[in-house]
């Protein structure tokens, strides 16, 4: 809980900052801009249980991703997989694997409101593969001139079912992070922290913390520039 309430401060920080940038001449409007990369996450999952002990596992996960946008057309991509350890004496490791894929509309070149599937699957006790609707809002304010970039995500599942047992499934959260590479710059790095709580089956819940790195190349095509 103490996660989500950092998360949710340095949230609305940004986006205080962001609608200080909106107000300034010269933003770039939305172009044409193509970028694929690698990540690897340092990931943490804290299950509670009804009635039951706390379960923490940790570890880290590797994947793809890939962004688009074309106009005021926005689409993004994400793939990890990986090997969690159970902190507890003498637990096992459980194999993960993440996936997410969205579209939406992307006004301005620091705003984009995006919704689509993600998916995952914790392969310990049985747990069933997860499939959420999600809708975000995405921010970015540059902080050096095509240098580097904040960033600041948040949103929630609209719907959502675990596969194997069909029930109701609820998360939010969000992810806030700094970007290095400018539009014009074929090469970026971006870092990120990620949390997202999650409603499970019987009244327990999870809660995910990811701190992940990205670099790749990127194929600018063109802007314009708003006066």
């Not at 939305?30 to 923490?56: D, H, I, N, Y």
Request: with cysteine.
């Amino acid at each position: 809980m103490n996660a989500c309430h950092r998360l949710a401060r340095r949230v609305v920080t940004l986006a205080a900052v962001l609608a200080c940038a909106h107000a300034q001449p010269g933003v770039a409007q939305p172009g044409e801009r193509l970028a694929l990369g690698v990540s690897a996450a340092r990931s943490q999952m804290r299950t509670v249980g009804f009635g039951s002990e706390p379960e923490q596992l940790s570890g880290f996960l590797l994947g793809i991703e890939g962004r688009a946008s074309f106009w005021w057309l926005h689409a993004r991509g994400e793939y990890r997989q990986g090997r969690l350890d159970r902190e507890s004496p003498g637990g096992s490791a459980a194999e993960v694997i993440e996936a997410r894929a969205s579209l939406g509309i992307r006004p301005f070149s620091w705003l984009a409101l995006t919704a689509g599937p993600s998916f995952s699957k914790v392969g310990i006790d049985g747990y069933p593969l997860v499939v959420r609707w999600q809708v975000e809002l995405h921010g970015a304010v540059p902080l050096i001139q095509g240098i580097a970039s904040g960033f600041a995500s948040i949103g929630g599942s609209v719907a959502g079912t675990d596969v194997d047992y069909g029930s109701p499934f609820r998360s939010g959260g969000g992810e806030v992070g700094l970007l290095l590479g400018g539009p014009d710059r074929p090469i970026w790095a971006r870092l990120g922290y990620r949390v997202q709580r999650e409603n499970l089956l019987g009244g327990s819940w999870q809660t995910a913390e990811t701190t992940h790195l990205a670099v790749g190349v990127s194929v600018p095509k063109r802007s314009t520039q708003r006066e």
